[in-house]
């Protein structure tokens, strides 16, 4: 954060020494490009951190723009506070559309059409309403920033918007180190796995397009009062389409890349257009393919990789929780749940799940009732990891109920499973690539209390409830903190995954193929470790596993699925003496 404080007054004061030394034209200029920068970087928020494609980061601009310049024409006393109301004018557009479009979970070409399609309306509807707008030519003459009844000089002015063009950079570049710029990597990259931590991924969404819908809308009054005239090209492809460029070719999802981008290509734009006026838009159309080609991820990422230093990002510091209170309430918190007062740890009662005319779940009724370490097994594709999804909320069921520690649950979301202490590892595992063991960890604890604006005052230092440590430890993950979770072997994926269910306030944990890609030795050593978790936090574990050594080693008792029921359930050697089971594996094994 220091970081981004420093490089924010720094560019603030190269700003201020270059309008000095270059004076008018190129002070003129920059002011320009750096709202474009601002722009940019409000695009790069919302898509490159948050993962929204939007093409209608145009939309808060251009309205705040309109609403500035009829503001500071009114009353041109106000245009000051107006700069501020500008950010709350972009922040309400973004919000709106936040809520009317991201409520719905679009995939991310829809959310880029749409708001591609809504700005081009509004550039449209800006040219028809002439008295309001001013029509085709838009509004002109508006007045310098001022206050206190004195307008600024021209070269003030460029010297003004620049500098608060940094400072609202700097403070979008100052969110993205909290620990919320963390989460919302994670969105953008997993957003299945958030969500199956406790996070409210559509609302965190809605927030970080709501935060740079601000940005975008503080650009907008600066722009307005730079250039002292709008008109319904701001709503217009061509500079969508730049803003997206800039973005592109600076690198999504570094502050510093969009805020190159925009300038590189503006300030070449200006000094190489006058020159090739007629082959300009077709090297900025060259330019891009170029980058997409040649350096995928933009400059700023490339050139980082290419010196050998990855973009370097704040990391968590992970201690033991003192106290269950101090942590997310993992599993030592069991004592809290109501297994006390006798209600079930889970039930699937009747649970019938189709896909189109295939009936996978047929009826299936499953109860735990007590803290119990459980096997599913069954053939492939006999519906198992589907039956998690639906205990854990991934997925939902055509009839039949789910209830969790005696709270109905049917047709809920898993982040409300998550949050009533359900943990989930998948089939293959779901971790944030992108991001470091120790963010992994950190962002699973985080999770089950997490609004988007705790996560941007939190501390990076983070309670842990042992459990986690320990298997971090007995798996010397932690000896790995720092390494990206994306490049750890198969079976050290598995374990952070495991140590990510526990991280998060886990009362009930589903483990779906934990085993898958250990060796014997590894494999053995996990039933130890989960059958020592569950014996001495009273867990209550759900395991999908195929190997019946593994099997033999902890499971207290086994469930076995399959023709879309239950066909056998009880101790290890009553389900292997069963003739039907027998039969089954028979059938489909040998
Ligand atoms: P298991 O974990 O027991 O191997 P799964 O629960 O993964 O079984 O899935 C069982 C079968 O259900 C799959 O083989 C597939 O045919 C079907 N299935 C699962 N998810 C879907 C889906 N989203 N759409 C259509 N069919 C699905
Ligand atoms: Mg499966």
Redesign the pocket.
Known sequence: MRRALATGAACALAAVVFSGAFGGYRSGQLSLFLVFAALAVSLDFVWGYSGILSLGQLLPFGIAAYTSAKVATAAPSLSLPMLVGSAAVGAGVAAALGVAILRRRPSAVVVGLLTLVLSLTLEQLAEQWRDVTGGFNGLTGVPRLGALGIELSDAAQDVAVSVLAIVAITVVGTLVTRPIGAVLIGIRSNERRMEALGYKTVQIKIWAFTVGGALAGFAGALYVHRTSFVSPQIFGFSLATSVVLWTLVGGRGTIVGPVIGAMAINFASATLADVWLQYWTLATGLIFVAVVVVMPHGLVPSAQRLAGRPARRQQPNLRPAATDADAPSGPGAGAEAPSADAAAVFEARDVHKS??F?R?LDGVTLTMEDAELRCLI????????????ILSGQ?GCQSGRVLVFGAEHTGRHAWEFARHGVSRKF?SPQLIDDLSVAANVAIAAWGTRSSPWALVRRSWSTAVPRPALEVLERTQLSERLDMRAGDLSHGDKQWLEIAMALAGRCRLLLL??PTAGMTVAESLEAAALLRELHRSHRLPIVI?EHDMAFIRAVADRVTV?ARGEVIADGTVAEVESDPDVQAIYAGVDS
């Open positions: 896909f189109g295939f996978l069954g053939p492939n594709g006999a519906g198992k990891s589907t039956l998690l999804d997925q089939q779906d193929e999908v699925l």
